[in-house]
């Protein structure tokens, strides 16, 4: 698969489209280009049939440090000389869409955490259905920092993986949080020696990607319709995505296979 984007990498093999943020000498801070690539990389993967799984990653020694400050610079100081600048405009033509596309991405997205996510960077790691840490990375929501608000949505995500007394704690101290202690707080899936994050992601990525695609889909659907369903409203719902389920060649396909004590072959139908 030839790759067209300035900052970021991208791959398609045995089922598993991967993304690498690929500005390693700034961290992998984010600019308007490579937002804009995230989200035309992201497409791609949604729209390619072959890719089942989704991995995020990052190049060098950081995931992703978040918003680049230069470039934030530069649109502040437009702004002090009459060119109007907001930080609402860029969140909702950058970061906004981006948050949304991961969460409700109809295929499984592991963020494979090689080093610091910080800001908007914690935000998109947050916002993947796995994560999986090298043990040399770590989290911080660097906004208090810089006299800003959370955002990217990790004040909802965070909140939901952790809770809101540990969420309160990262984002009103704005400490760092090393990998095996956000192991601890439920917030990652897996912490690997550094030496073995590539080979851990490829094992759960193919396997993420060996399964049926409209299964995976309907399931993350659930998943999210929970955190504001009741107990009512999320059986039916679990009834209806059941229901479509069902009705799927591979669902069949499944069913034959354990009857006949085979491997299944997952088609995708």
Known sequence: MANSFGTLKTSLQD??????????????????????ELSAALKTAQREKTARCVVLTGAGRA???????????????????????????LLRARYNPLAVRLRTFEKPVVAAVNGIAAGAGAGLAFAADL????RSAAFKMAFVDLGLVPDTGATLTLVQHVGYARAAELCLLGEKLSAEEALGYGLVNRVVADEELQSVTDQIAGRLASWPPRAIALTKRALNQAWTAGLEEQLEYEAFLQTTAGR????????RAFLEKRKPKFQGK
């Open 131 to 134: 994560r999986i840490c090298a």
């Open 15 to 36: 089922g598993v489209f991967t993304i690498t943020l690929n500005r390693p000498d700034v961290l992998n801070v984010c600019n308007e280009q490579m937002g804009s």
């Open 248 to 255: 799927t060649a591979d669902h069949r396909e499944a069913v």
């Open 63 to 89: 995931f992703c440090a978040g918003q680049d400050l230069r470039e934030l610079d530069e649109l502040q100081s437009a702004g002090d000389r009459g060119e109007k600048f907001s930080f609402g405009p």
